[in-house]
């Protein structure tokens, strides 16, 4: 059973930051490719960052100098560090997994999440 969990998430002020985990179980990990993804109240879900197993990444524009992901395969754990946070990256953040590409798509993605909320304060 493939399990995802994440950790991190919390209140922070204007400019914070905080750093996100996502600790995976039931999969061969380094064989899978790691997304962050975003849902804010009232909006569709949309894709933060992903990585592959060599540490390839991808960033959404909005958070391309802010947001860095990282992984580490012997922990079976990827991580998302987010500086300069802005009110509007508040919402439930959610890790997920998919053995294929490194995709934006959220539906190529087979596994995720109960996700973590980050809320940033003005």
């Known amino acids: 059973q493939v399990k995802l969990v994440e950790s991190g998430g919390g209140l922070v002020q204007t400019g914070g930051s905080l750093r996100l985990s996502c600790a995976a179980s039931?999969?061969?990990?380094?064989?899978?490719?790691m997304g962050w993804f975003r849902q804010a109240p009232g909006k569709e879900r949309e894709f933060v960052a992903a990585?592959?197993?060599?540490?390839?990444?991808q960033y959404a524009d909005s958070g391309k100098g802010r947001f860095t992901a990282s992984r580490d395969n012997a922990k079976n754990s990827v991580y998302l560090e987010m500086n300069s946070l802005q009110p509007e990256d508040t919402a439930v953040y959610y890790c997920?997994?998919?053995?294929?590409?490194?995709?934006?798509?959220?539906?190529?993605?087979?596994?995720w999440g109960q996700g973590t909320q980050v809320t940033v304060s003005s």
């Open positions: 997920a997994a998919n053995a294929a590409i490194l995709s934006t798509n959220q539906y190529v993605y087979d596994y």
């Open positions: 039931g999969l061969t990990f380094n064989s899978y490719v």
């Open positions: 990585i592959r197993r060599n540490a390839a990444t």
